[in-house]
């Protein structure tokens, strides 16, 4: 397999010969879930304080956040400065994408094992901090960003001696991906931790409060909680108390974190508030669960449910359980007795389309769907339950790649089957305006997770994940130890894997495929050309060298002489299967010569496998028919001829006739002369 | 009310073919033959001698004519026809000549085996020609098997031997549906 994997290139990169990347000194308090933190040194300026982090490939990072930012950096926050591909000696040496970002020297607020800063007192966190994050949010806001990376631990002093706090970077991986339960605003917590998609404003303002709260009291107020319990306790207690573990913080700083942490939307502090808050007009808003609470308690595997949301987890989590507990209900006097304030239409209930359990009511094909439109009814605004799953939409990229890292394709089934325009309409209508976003988001998604049923080459859930993920590089393991970002990349890592004897039917991979459909524009026709050839090796083969070769042409890349040469190996079968000995014999000539120039796209002006091979066909099918009638021709004629055979016959008395003709025109000139 | 057809078809389910009627051919030579006899009479109205003559001479025409069965009916009989004329055209000159002189004609013993032998030249081209014909045909055959032989050959030069449609294709059946392992 050694030689299926694509070596590094031999040289650094532009910015790898500026960058120095010291794998010895690694600065944790930088880590993120999408790659690790080195301390790095800019040769071009060796006073800058700046780190590198070394992306991993399985995550896909927030290219609309590096976009945005690199050329406008946010005050209060590390920010990206370059990024590039670079040669890594981490377990092994490696290509791997890194960013450099602006270092913090102050260290972190809150260090990994849970102890505080020594510099950081109350007035710095009620200060420093706030205001910090304030300004990065105002700026972040501005550009339709969320951060959703806030956390003790991701909070520094700017610099040793500086009293400035910045928050940490938050482009090396999705928004609010595997961040810790207890520090995502409830309506986002309650969607599993790679799922949880970039969420809104008030969601960054929810992270802030959490994190203040955990500053506060010193403590990774997470650490050590069991999910279940602190679900029901945030949703019992409201999250401020709830992670407290009903602690109050007395005083302004108090007031501020009650308001940020607020679990209702239109209750939570936003920027206005937390301004008003620093000028001394705080308003202390009061939560209230009201909202949520059902009439009458449901029982449900055991346990007396009063908040929706609540049962709404609970049969999300319990699929199964929770469609025979729903058949078995009598639906619609369960919803008038437990939900008096619900309107309880017509309209509502065809969409929910709950059937009561029929005969022996077993399960029904429909039971996860019809326990997601129940779950959207009791939590609206809440994730999507379905099989299991608690997802929002925005997520689903982040959680593709999660479920392509672990190979779980199972999860990944799941999710396709959400394609389905009558479920969705159905949770359209359920939800209402509580979840406006629902039917924009799913458009957007449907379309791409259509590829995920198909086998065709190009397609599939590898195609869904690079069309959800376009910065994700290539997963191949052909490119376990490069960076693929890009077409471009792709090229030229190939012709690396071609130098070391790897890259046989390299489009036969089907990352390799879907990553070129995916990054590559107009190339519907040319993969399902090459789907159809997909049992032919010899068209195969032909089919793919054009199609590198239109590659080479559109990137205008360089020459790639070991990729040609294995294009050209490749079609050896190709030749071998053409029938006139003297085409062999010429297109072979032909590929020799183009083997080492290293230019693809000659293999398809000048020789053009494709025509050649169907050139040949259709003269070897007139060849063969060719034969055939010579062959019916030989038979007839090697019949022995008999006087008495018709055609003798004929032309035997035709004979006689012309030759009496003949004998009775002289007789006649000769009586005549003689006359 | 049935119909008369509808019962046929009750008692008579089984059709009979349908046979294609077979059309006379109207011969060539009967032609000939009508316009010979309209010939020979109007001949006989200025020179009867040389009309019976001719009648005589011909005889072994029209009793081949009459008598001709077979496939190439026409083509036998104006072979035996023109060689047997040439016979008659050789006697009638005396005749035309001096009317008188056909008794002496007649009488003679030459005059007929002229005539009749002309005509037995006719049978005997006849006899030969298809047997030459079928020698001909034979050589000619065995010529175009030769260029045949030498146009699949170098058919078989160029495309292998695979153009004769006996060798079979060796060329391995690789399944690339299979899925590769995914990371």
């Known amino acids: 397999m050694s030689g299926e994997t694509t070596p590094i290139p031999s040289g650094q990169s532009a910015f790898g010969d500026r960058y120095e990347v010291i794998t010895s000194l690694p600065l944790p308090e930088f880590d993120s879930h999408g790659g690790d933190a080195f301390k790095a040194v800019d040769k071009k300026n060796k006073s800058a304080d700046i780190f590198a982090m070394v992306h991993s490939p399985t995550v896909p990072i927030r290219n609309e956040f590096y976009n945005a930012f690199k050329s406008n950096p946010i005050v209060n926050m590390i920010n990206p400065i370059d990024r590039g591909l670079m040669n890594i000696a981490i377990n092994g040496n490696k290509q791997r994408l890194v960013t450099i970002f602006t270092r913090p020297t102050g260290g972190a607020l809150m260090k990994e094992d849970g102890t505080l800063h020594p510099r950081l007192n109350a007035a710095r966190l009620r200060e420093g901090a706030v205001l910090a994050a304030l300004k990065a949010f105002a700026a972040l806001h501005k550009a339709g960003q969320t951060h959703r990376m806030v956390k003790p631990t991701r909070l520094y002093f700017a610099s040793e001696k500086s009293d400035d706090i910045v928050i940490g970077e938050c482009y090396s991986a999705p928004a609010g991906y595997k961040n810790p339960f207890a520090l995502e605003p409830l309506e986002l917590a309650l969607a599993d931790d790679a799922v949880r998609g970039p969420g809104d404003f008030p969601a960054d303002y929810y992270q802030l409060g959490a994190t203040l709260q955990c500053l506060h009291f010193g403590e990774k107020l997470w650490q050590g909680r069991n999910r279940t319990n602190l679900i029901m306790a945030r949703i019992n207690q409201g999250s401020y108390w709830a992670l407290s573990g009903g602690r109050d913080i007395p005083g302004a700083i108090g007031t501020l974190i009650r308001g940020l942490m607020a679990d209702e939307l239109d209750e939570r502090w936003g920027a206005e508030e937390v301004l008003d808050w620093f000028e001394g007009l705080s308003k202390n808003k009061r939560t209230g669960m009201a909202s949520w609470s059902m009439n009458k308690p449901t029982n449900f595997m055991g346990v007396a449910y009063v908040d929706r949301r609540l049962l709404a987890h609970a049969f999300g989590k319990n699929p199964k359980d929770a469609a025979a507990y729903i058949k078995s209900l009598d639906f619609p006097s369960w919803v008038q007795t437990a939900f008096r304030d619900e309107i309880y239409s017509e309209r509502l209930e065809y969409s929910l389309d709950v059937r009561p359990s029929e005969g022996y009511g077993g399960p029904r094909a429909d039971d996860p769907k019809m326990v997601a439109r129940v779950c959207a009814f009791l939590h609206p605004s809440g994730p999507l339950y379905y099989k299991g799953l608690a997802l929002t939409l925005g997520g689903i990229p982040a959680l593709f790649a999660d479920c392509f890292a672990r190979d779980d394709r199972e999860t990944m089934t799941m999710l396709l089957e959400l394609v389905d325009t009558k479920f969705i309409t159905a949770l359209v209508e359920i939800t209402g305006d509580r979840n406006p976003k629902l039917q924009s988001q799913f458009s957007a998604l449907a379309s791409i997770l259509e590829h995920g049923s198909s086998t065709q080459l190009g397609r599939g859930l590898e195609r869904v994940l690079y069309e959800l993920n376009p910065i994700l590089p290539c997963a191949s393991l052909r490119f376990r130890n490069v960076w693929i970002g890009s077409m471009l990349q792709m090229m030229r890592a190939l012709d690396r894997l071609s130098s070391a004897g790897g890259g046989k039917n390299i489009l036969l991979d089907r990352h390799v495929a879907a990553f070129c459909a995916s990054h590559g524009t107009d190339m519907e026709r040319e993969f399902n050309n090459l789907a159809a050839a997909q049992s032919n090796p010899a068209r195969f083969n032909s089919l793919t060298a054009e199609f590198f070769g239109m590659l080479q042409t559109r990137l205008k890349v360089e020459a790639l002489p070991h990729l040609t040469e294995k294009l050209v190996i490749g079609l050896t079968p190709a030749v071998r299967n053409l029938k006139n000995k003297k085409r062999r014999e010429h297109v072979q000539a032909a590929l020799e010569k183009l083997k080492k120039g290293g230019d693809i796209s000659k293999l398809s002006t000048e020789i053009n496998m494709s025509k050649v091979q169907a050139l040949d066909a259709r003269e070897f099918s007139q060849a063969c028919n060719l034969v055939a009638k010579l062959d019916k021709e030989k038979a007839r004629l090697s019949k022995k001829i008999t006087p008495a055979d018709a055609e003798a016959r004929k032309k035997g008395f035709m004979g006689a006739l012309m030759a009496a003709m003949v004998f009775f025109a002289m007789v006649s000139l000769m009586t005549f002369v003689k006359g | ?183």
């Open chain 2, 1 to 183: 009310m049935v119909k008369k057809s509808t019962l046929k078809k009750a008692v008579n389910p089984i059709k009979k073919p349908i046979y294609p009627r077979r059309r006379r051919r109207q011969s060539d030579s009967n032609i000939g033959g009508v316009l010979f006899i309209i010939g020979l009479v109007f001949l006989a109205f200025f020179k009867p001698e040389v009309a019976m003559l001719i009648a005589l001479g011909i005889l072994p025409t029209i009793v081949l004519g009459l008598t001709a069965k077979g496939t190439f009916k026409s083509e036998r009989t104006i072979s035996v026809g023109f060689a047997n004329s040439a016979g008659v055209l050789v006697m009638i000159g005396d005749v035309w000549a001096n009317g008188a002189a056909f008794e002496r004609v007649i009488v003679s013993p030459n005059t007929w085996i002229i005539m009749w032998g002309a005509a037995g030249v006719g049978y005997a081209l006849n006899y030969v020609g298809p047997m030459i014909a079928a020698m001909v045909m034979q050589g000619l055959s065995q010529d175009r098997i030769k260029s045949i032989n030498q146009q699949k050959q170098e058919l078989v030069e160029l495309w292998g031997h695979e153009v004769l449609g006996k060798e079979e294709d060796k060329t391995p059946k690789v399944n690339l549906l299979k899925r590769p392992p995914t990371r």
